[in-house]
């Protein structure tokens, strides 16, 4: 089984930036399909985005196209989740998550971190 750590979360204003980065021990995930996804007080958890094993294809919630961008080193055995133009509404815990294939459905993940909490506020 992999374990999955992630940092890098805090406090933003809007309109700024962070960097997430999820730091997978145990298990190599060079072979693996990986996504970010979080979850609000009072909500589901939902998508944010996700990164064949290869890095060749990534994909994106709506909410966050044009903002975010995900990425992995297999080498360093991390993904990354570079998060721009943050608003209030990304305020959550975020999560990633390792899969066989790519998916939108936290059910098909296996894997997943304890999360990192980030919270967009003046």
């Known amino acids: 089984q992999v374990q999955l750590v992630e940092s890098g979360g805090g406090l933003v204003q809007p309109g700024g930036s962070l960097r997430l980065s999820c730091a997978a021990s145990?298990?190599?995930?060079?072979?693996?399909?990986m996504g970010w996804f979080r979850q609000a007080p009072g909500k589901e958890r939902e998508f944010v985005a996700g990164i064949t094993w290869s890095g060749g294809g990534t994909y994106y919630a709506d909410s966050v196209k044009g903002r975010f961008t995900i990425s992995r080193d297999n080498a360093k055995n991390t993904v990354y989740l570079q998060m721009n133009s943050l608003k209030p509404e990304d305020t959550a815990d975020y999560y990633c998550?390792?899969?066989?294939?790519?998916?939108?459905?936290?059910?098909?993940?296996?894997?997943w971190g304890q999360g990192t909490q980030v919270t967009v506020s003046a």
């Open positions: 998550a390792t899969a066989l294939y790519p998916s939108i459905r936290a059910r098909d993940y296996d894997s």
């Open positions: 145990g298990r190599t995930i060079g072979r693996t399909a």
